[in-house]
C-alpha cells in the first residue's frame, strides 16, 4: 500500500501561484509515474500534468506553460508548482501513484487538496 499526501492548496486571486505538494509513504518501491488531477465542479475528473521516474512529463494543454510538474525521487515527493492561475482552475486537486508489483498496476490517490482562484 501507498499512501499519498497532498498539501498546498487554498485560495488566491487571478494571476497568483500556488505550489502543491505531494508525499509518497509506506511500499513506495516501484512507484513510476507520479502525477495531478483535477476535478472541478460539475465536470469529470482531467489529468494536469505527470511525470515519469526518469523526469518526463505530460500536460494538459490548458496548463502548458503555467503549470510545472517536479518530482524530488528521494523524497517520495512531486510537486505542482501553478503559475498565472485562472478561475478555469480552480477544483479539487488529487495526487496519483502508479506502481507495478509484478505485473499488476496498481493506482493510488490523495485525499485532495481544494484550489480556489477567484477573479
Known amino acids: 500500500q501507498v499512501q499519498l499526501v497532498e498539501s498546498g492548496g487554498g485560495l488566491v486571486q487571478a494571476g497568483g501561484s500556488l505550489r502543491l505538494s505531494c508525499a509518497a509513504s509506506?511500499?513506495?518501491?516501484?512507484?513510476?509515474?507520479m502525477g495531478w488531477y483535477r476535478r472541478a465542479p460539475g465536470k469529470q475528473r482531467e489529468l494536469v500534468a505527470a511525470i515519469t521516474r526518469g523526469g518526463n512529463t505530460n500536460y494538459a494543454d490548458s496548463v502548458k506553460g503555467r503549470f510545472t510538474i517536479s518530482r524530488d525521487n528521494a523524497k517520495n515527493t512531486v510537486y505542482l508548482q501553478m503559475n498565472s492561475l485562472k478561475p478555469d482552475d480552480t477544483a479539487v486537486y488529487y495526487c496519483?501513484?502508479?506502481?507495478?508489483?509484478?505485473?499488476?498496476?496498481?493506482?493510488?490517490w490523495g485525499q485532495g487538496t481544494q484550489v480556489t482562484v477567484s477573479s
Open positions: 509506506g511500499s513506495i518501491f516501484s512507484i513510476n509515474a
Open positions: 496519483n501513484a502508479d506502481q507495478v508489483v509484478l505485473t499488476t498496476l496498481y493506482h493510488y
